[in-house]
């Protein structure tokens, strides 16, 4: 980061989505209304690369912001927001973890070189930010939504390839986001279907789940999971606690970056929109996280936002300026057959 992005004017404490491919008039006088301080894209908003970087000009255009945040899922494997022919399906990040248990100088190149090629793929059409690496370290009972995904099944495995993750896509000017922060490996329940009850004492959960957290309590972005921690909060899962918020994520792990919600109507947790993004920014949250792309749910939400002042404004305006950075030169086609070269002799298609 070279120097600090100012906001010419400060925007409102949202992430939204959209519905399809451009904007609508409707969304467009939403969100030049509303000016949300950043858009999140999933596979139905894209088609092609040039249809992305429209969608994305346009959006920062409406909102009067160059330096909107433009995010994605894109993890690897069944995560991976941009499809074919036009982009390659990253391996999953669980073939990265498999091949450091065996291999793990070989894991870590390869997880820099993939996420580096990802971070070019993203830059190239406006995305500057991309929601991984994932933190969470899933116990053997743990949803496939995480199992799925995981880095590892222990701190270590998890930090260094996650730290391989950081690295690759800084490297192509893209800032990553941590979650599911404090931990979201001991849910047996998908967030995206109902909420998760761990009953993990705080000890456990601090010798553990939070020790990737605060490895990269120093990192500009972290997600947060709705769970219900019940030796942290018994009654607000952790995107509502403020608990969890400031005692946790603020004062125990010692971050801080800026703090996004998950998508805010994710099943997990009940309620109103405007109820659940005001919970959310109340409990400490800087950013609500709305994702669903209609406009009667951004129409909800709006009364909750407001425009972001003090420190959450400082914490977005770091994030923005390091996700201003330019995609640096590479030779994609040499780091794609290295990649290949060091994955293919593992069994792992890149």
Known sequence: MDKLITFSQP????????????????????????????????ARNIISPSQVFALVDEFKSVTNNQYALILIDQEGGRVSRLPKPHWRIPPSPTEFAKLYRTSPEVALRACVINYQLIGADLKRVGINVNCAPMLDIPQVDA???????????????????????????????VEPVIKHGPGHGRGTTDSHKALPIVNADLDTLAKWDFLPFEHFKNQSMLMTAH?????????????????????????????????????????????????????????????????????????????????LTGKALTRAEIAASKASADLPYLDGAALLEELTELLSNKGVSV
């Open 11 to 42: 925007p409102t404490n949202a992430i939204v989505g959209c519905a399809t491919t451009a904007l609508s008039t409707e969304e467009k006088v939403f969100f030049k209304r509303v000016r949300p301080a950043g858009l999140i894209l999933f």
């Open 143 to 173: 949803s496939t939504v995480v199992t799925d995904r995981a880095l590892g099944d222990s701190p270590q495995s998890v930090i260094a390839l996650g730290q391989a993750t950081i690295d690759g896509l800084q490297l192509s000017g």
């Open 227 to 307: 769970i219900l921690y019940t030796d942290i909060d018994s009654l607000y899962p952790g995107t509502l606690s403020r608990k969890v918020i400031n005692e946790v994520l603020r004062e125990h792990i010692g971050f801080d970056g800026l703090i996004m919600t998950d998508d805010i109507d994710m099943h997990a947790l009940s309620g109103s929109t405007p109820q659940k993004a005001k919970q959310a920014l109340n409990a400490g949250c800087d950013l609500v996280l709305q994702c669903s792309g209609k406009i009667e749910d951004l129409r909800a939400l709006e009364p909750a936002l407001e425009v």
